[in-house]
């Protein structure tokens, strides 16, 4: 398999944005960042964040107050000006009894980027604000088709990718959420069997803030022969945030969170991993470089990083998964 190059107007770097004239971004260092927390206070503890994290992710207290406070901050606001919004229409519309739809917040970047763990503490963070008490957390893999229709459709190899999602039941699961509807349901994906779990769902009954998180969130679709115009996931966002941080560093979290799991999760006989508890360390990290290139860094070039300039905050990652840069929105 060949790796893919990334196409030529994607640029690798946020510093192209920040050169440009035009650009649609304000830019952060973590420090300046960091002080429009003003006075959020902290409400984790160092051991919940150590419970939130992902295995390999070192993120600590002082990055949540660092990084995540002045988010979390700048999301309620955003939240709480949704629903000002939602009350003047009603007042203009004069309807009342009107149900207020979920704020959806969608989070995309590349596999092993730390998705999961930023998802996890917002959650938290946002669940302390008095405007959105009720926040929940869907991650996209549930709606990945299961091994046995990728393995018929010769997928397995690029799970991941656009075509191994059930992009129709992906939809048809946000548009239920944005119509309000109550306990709306979510498949769910096991990272133990590599699988969907059958007949296992996570029910969503219109919390006030829900956290959509994937590598494929801010993607959009080919535009059918037909001229149909076609929903994109990012429709039903309120606000969503890209997780960027160089290849090279993406690359080293993966395989050495790969050897990590050999000692851990790849133990269980039930894993699907697991006989890569028991190879040799090299063939371990061959194969961890394997699945790297040419499944994941492929998708990384290919349809994950393009969709970067979509998202309204991007935070790029340096080493050790700390933030050094945002970039936020121009409004
Ligand atoms: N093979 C695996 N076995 C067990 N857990 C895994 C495996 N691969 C990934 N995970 C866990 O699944 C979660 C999602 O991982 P991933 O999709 O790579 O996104 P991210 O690293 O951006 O959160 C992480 O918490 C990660 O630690
Ligand atoms: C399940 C994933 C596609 C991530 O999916 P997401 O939660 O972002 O929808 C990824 O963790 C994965 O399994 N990639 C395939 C190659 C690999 O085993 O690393």
């Given at each position: ?142 709606f ?25 039941a992906l939809l048809r699961f946000l548009s239920a959420i ?6 709306v349901?979510a ?145």
């Amino acid at each position: 398999m060949t790796t893919a190059t990334r196409p030529a107007d994607v640029p690798e770097t946020l510093d192209h944005f920040q050169a440009n004239d035009y650009s649609p971004y304000h830019f952060y260092s973590s420090e300046e960042w960091a002080r429009f927390r003003a006075d959020t206070p902290l409400t984790l503890t160092a051991d919940e964040v150590h419970r939130l994290r992902s295995i390999d992710d070192p993120i600590d207290l002082e990055e949540v107050r660092r990084i995540y406070l002045s988010l979390s901050r700048l999301l309620s606001s955003h939240v709480e000006s949704s629903q000002l919004l939602f009350e003047q229409r009603n007042r203009f519309l004069s309807m009342s009894d009107v149900a207020k739809t979920p704020f959806v917040i969608g989070i995309a970047g590349s596999v092993a980027v730390g998705k999961s763990t930023t998802a996890r503490i917002l959650k938290e963070l946002l669940a302390r604000w008095p405007s959105s008490p009720k926040v929940d957390l869907i991650t996209t893999d549930g709606f990945l088709y299961p091994n046995s229709v990728l393995i018929r459709e010769n997928l397995l190899n690029r799970k991941g990718f656009p075509e191994s999602y059930d992009i129709g039941a992906l939809l048809r699961f946000l548009s239920a959420i944005k119509a309000g509807l109550p306990n709306v349901k979510a498949p769910c994906y096991s990272h133990l069997t590599y699988d969907v779990l059958p007949n296992e769902y996570k029910v969503i009954d219109r919390p006030d803030i829900l956290i959509f998180e994937g590598i494929n969130v801010l993607q959009s679709r080919d535009l059918p022969a037909d001229g149909k115009i076609v929903p994109m996931v990012s429709d039903f966002f309120d606000f969503s945030i890209y997780i960027d941080a160089d290849e090279t560093l993406i690359h080293r979290w993966y395989v050495h969170r790969f050897m990590k799991l050999r000692q851990t999760a790849f133990r269980d006989p039930n894993s699907y991993f697991h006989r890569y508890a028991t190879i040799s360390e090299q063939e371990a990290l061959d194969i961890a470089e394997d699945l790297w290139t040419n499944i994941n860094l492929k998708n990384l070039r290919e349809n994950i990083l393009p969709t970067r300039p979509r998202a309204d905050l991007i935070l790029q990652k340096g080493e050790n998964h700390l933030v050094e840069k945002v970039a936020l929105r121009k409004l």
